[in-house]
């Protein structure tokens, strides 16, 4: 079974403080993971995936297999960047690959 | 913009009434998925579609159903409505097993 757990429902920190949003994985084969995230009133978009080692809007995520975790860190928060975030895992199901996500955090950013 | 349309936006359901999303795809997006989002919670796997063939279901029952179609749209229906089915309904697309694009969601209410 394929399981994201993300332990923090809310996550508040100050405008140029850094951020980490937590992400936890269970699953038995080799994982793929994602971060999304939904601005206020828009649609989930792909913040980042782990195999590109990208850095968006100043994120990063490590992939950290021996304690199963890729969390989501930004070293200085921006006004902006308050939004709901999820951590995805892909995963094979059948023919295809399925998402799982976590229940996602509330990252707000105060001035 | 995204490329991927969801109709309606917003639904209202009696028990027990059968519905039909719908969702328009990028051209040579191939692959479509449907997610079930209830409120405070993930996204969560309904099924996948694969050149209009189901290659994937999550853990949903037989009358969560759907068809992709040959011009990149696709269908979810939902038979015999109850209370708990109220929620936002996703499509995700992808010209391969990666990548999704997703709508903005459908919100049905069950009443």
């Known amino acids: ?111 | 913009e995204t490329g991927v349309t969801q109709s309606p936006t917003h639904l209202i359901k009696t028990r027990g009434q059968q519905v039909t999303l719908r969702c328009s795809s990028q051209s040579g997006h191939n692959t479509v998925s449907w997610y079930q989002q209830a409120l405070g919670q993930g996204p969560q796997f309904i099924f996948q579609y694969y050149r209009e063939e189901e290659n994937g279901r999550g853990n949903f029952p037989p009358r969560f159903s759907g068809l992709q179609f040959p011009n990149y749209s696709s269908e979810l229906n939902v038979n015999a409505l109850e209370l708990d089915d109220s929620a936002l309904y996703l499509c995700a697309s992808s010209p391969a097993d990666y990548g999704y694009t997703f709508g903005s969601g459908t919100r049905l209410t069950v009443v």
Not at chain 1, 45 to 56: C, D, F, G, N, V
Request: net charge positive.
């Open chain 1, 1 to 111: 079974a394929q399981r994201v757990t993300q332990p923090e429902k809310l996550l508040s920190v100050f405008k140029g403080a850094p951020v980490e949003l937590k992400c936890n994985y269970s699953y038995s084969g080799s994982p793929e993971l994602f971060w999304y995230v939904q601005y206020s009133r828009q649609r989930l978009q792909l913040l980042l995936r782990h195999i590109s080692r990208e850095s968006i809007k100043g994120f990063t995520a490590d992939l950290n297999k021996g304690e199963t975790s890729f969390h989501l860190k930004k070293p200085f928060a921006q006004e902006e960047d308050s939004a709901m975030y999820y951590c995805a895992l892909s995963g094979r199901m059948g023919g295809g690959n399925k998402l799982t996500f976590g229940t996602g955090t509330q990252l707000k950013v105060e001035l």
